[in-house]
């Protein structure tokens, strides 16, 4: 657990209060000092890319909008975008009380990326399908890219250490060992609470 995901800002609980169904427009009404960030996907790797506020994961790019659009208090506010195989986007805004951002966002290959000539097949069934999943720390993308018909991850044979996140929700950590060319599928439903409070439900069991 970091120090920065034990201590969320003021401004970022108004960010997750946004990610609730309906309630970013209701915030947006009675608080006309918030300033909003809208994002503009610039190519298809942009789409499904993880987007960070400030160090704190707020969901993937292409869902970033509607009842889950971004509203910040008036600041300076550091936005990082990530994808597996692919450079970071670094942008830091600075939002005036009630300014609307728009920020286009083109993910750009990154050159240092190898692939190995073994893989093996890690397909995905997790709730909620727009949780962010992370493969030995590096961010692969949302489950919903990784299940279904014919959908799913390649990965080097070996063990690989798989956590997936939502705002919201607690956080699954597994470990899984793959075999050249195996397909194994993952299964898992999220619980809803916060990150901190599952932590300290592991506390006191080992107590």
Same mark, same amino acid.
């Given at each position: 657990?970091?120090?920065?995901?034990?201590?969320?800002?003021?401004?970022?609980?108004?960010?997750?209060?946004?990610?609730?169904?309906?309630?970013?427009?209701?915030?947006?009404?009675?608080?006309?000092?918030?300033?909003?960030?809208?994002?503009?996907?610039?190519?298809?790797?942009?789409?499904?890319?993880?987007?960070?506020?400030?160090?704190?994961? +707020?969901?993937?790019?292409?869902? $970033?909008?509607?009842? #889950?659009?971004?509203? %910040?208090? @008036? *600041?300076?506010?550091?936005?990082? +975008?990530?994808?597996?195989?692919? $450079?970071?986007?670094? #942008?830091?805004?600075? %939002?005036? @009380? *009630?300014?609307?951002?728009?920020?286009?966002?083109?993910?750009?290959?990154?050159?240092?990326? #190898?692939?190995?000539?073994?893989?093996?097949?890690?397909?995905?069934?997790?709730?909620?399908?727009?949780?962010?999943?992370?493969?030995?720390?590096?961010?692969?993308?949302?489950?919903?890219?990784?299940?279904?018909?014919?959908?799913?991850?390649?990965?080097?044979?070996?063990?690989?250490?798989?956590?997936?996140?939502?705002?919201?929700?607690?956080?699954?950590?597994?470990?899984?060992?793959?075999?050249?060319?195996?397909?194994?599928?993952?299964?898992?439903?999220?619980?809803?609470?916060?990150?901190?409070?599952?932590?300290?439900?592991?506390?006191?069991?080992?107590?």
């Amino acid at each position: 657990m970091t120090h920065l995901r034990r201590n969320v800002s003021r401004f970022f609980l108004i960010v997750l209060l946004c990610l609730l169904p309906g309630a970013g427009s209701k915030l947006h009404a009675g608080n006309r000092v918030l300033g909003q960030i809208r994002f503009v996907a610039a190519n298809k790797a942009a789409k499904s890319s993880g987007v960070w506020i400030d160090g704190q994961y +707020v969901g993937y790019l292409n869902e $970033l909008k509607g009842s #889950r659009k971004i509203l %910040l208090l @008036p *600041g300076k506010h550091q936005i990082v +975008v990530k994808q597996d195989g692919y $450079l970071n986007f670094r #942008r830091s805004v600075t %939002l005036e @009380p *009630g300014q609307d951002v728009a920020i286009g966002v083109a993910m750009v290959k990154d050159p240092r990326s #190898r692939y190995p000539a073994v893989w093996s097949h890690l397909k995905l069934s997790v709730e909620p399908g727009r949780a962010a999943v992370f493969v030995d720390g590096r961010f692969a993308g949302h489950a919903g890219e990784f299940s279904g018909l014919g959908r799913g991850m390649l990965l080097a044979p070996g063990r690989h250490r798989i956590e997936i996140e939502q705002p919201g929700y607690r956080r699954f950590v597994t470990t899984v060992d793959l075999l050249p060319h195996q397909k194994m599928v993952l299964k898992t439903k999220l619980l809803k609470g916060s990150i901190e409070r599952a932590d300290a439900l592991i506390r006191q069991k080992r107590k």
